[in-house]
């Protein structure tokens, strides 16, 4: 990896952290039995917006060569305004950015900071760190040329958007349904999502 993205700097922190919940929460459905190779791309908030979407260009090729980049988070994620008592529903403002943000990426992704220009986006995203995993695709779908598409639609607590997306598959939203269609190779117990 390192010399995919040179010459921007990526190192390797091997034996003094873990991954993290946003890399194992994920990752746990999906491989249970952690039995393939992973590589955490720790997020670093000191960098500009516009960095990480150039990283995620710069990570493109990496596809090339068999290697799934997944990217987590929450598009909107404030925690100060959670409400517990809306499970599955979210605030007029969180919907209002988070289809702001779906109609940008699949108009066009490379252009994603325009979201930062939103009326709602200081709500939805008050700190950065939910928010950079999408920049990483969002760049990685500018490279390609491929389209980005919603794999689940969905709000949590009022303050908390569930949308994540895919690039280059053909897994997307069912009308109606909120969730991506599993392929059918993927075994049932890896499909307790």
């Known amino acids: 990896m390192v010399e995919t993205v040179a010459p921007v700097w990526c190192g390797l922190d091997g034996d003094q952290?873990?991954?993290?919940h946003g890399t194992w929460s994920v990752l746990?459905?999906?491989?249970p039995q952690g039995d393939i190779p992973v590589v955490q791309l720790s997020?670093?908030?000191l960098k500009p917006l516009d960095f990480h979407v150039d990283l995620g260009r710069r990570l493109a090729p990496l596809r090339d060569r068999g290697v799934?980049?997944?990217?987590s988070g929450n598009v909107v994620h404030n925690l100060r305004r959670i409400e517990w008592n809306r499970p599955d529903a979210g605030f007029d403002w969180a919907e209002r950015f988070d289809n702001a943000v779906v109609e940008q990426l699949a108009e066009d992704p490379a252009n994603i900071l325009r979201v930062t220009d939103h009326a709602d986006?200081?709500?939805?995203?008050?700190?950065?760190?939910?928010?950079?995993?999408?920049?990483y695709i969002a760049g990685l779908a500018a490279q390609s040329g491929e389209a980005m598409e919603p794999l689940v639609r969905g709000y949590a607590m009022g303050s908390l958007s569930?949308?994540?997306?895919?690039?280059?598959?053909?897994?997307?939203?069912?009308?109606?349904?909120?969730?991506a269609t599993v392929p059918e190779d993927v075994p049932p117990d890896q499909t307790n999502i």
């Open 28 to 31: 746990a459905h999906v491989y």
């Open 43 to 45: 997020i670093n908030a």
């Open 162 to 179: 569930m949308t994540c997306y895919g690039v280059g598959t053909d897994l997307g939203c069912k009308e109606g349904d909120g969730a």
């Open 17 to 20: 952290w873990g991954l993290d």
């Open 121 to 135: 986006y200081e709500r939805a995203v008050p700190t950065p760190d939910h928010f950079i995993p999408l920049l």
């Open 68 to 71: 799934m980049i997944l990217a």
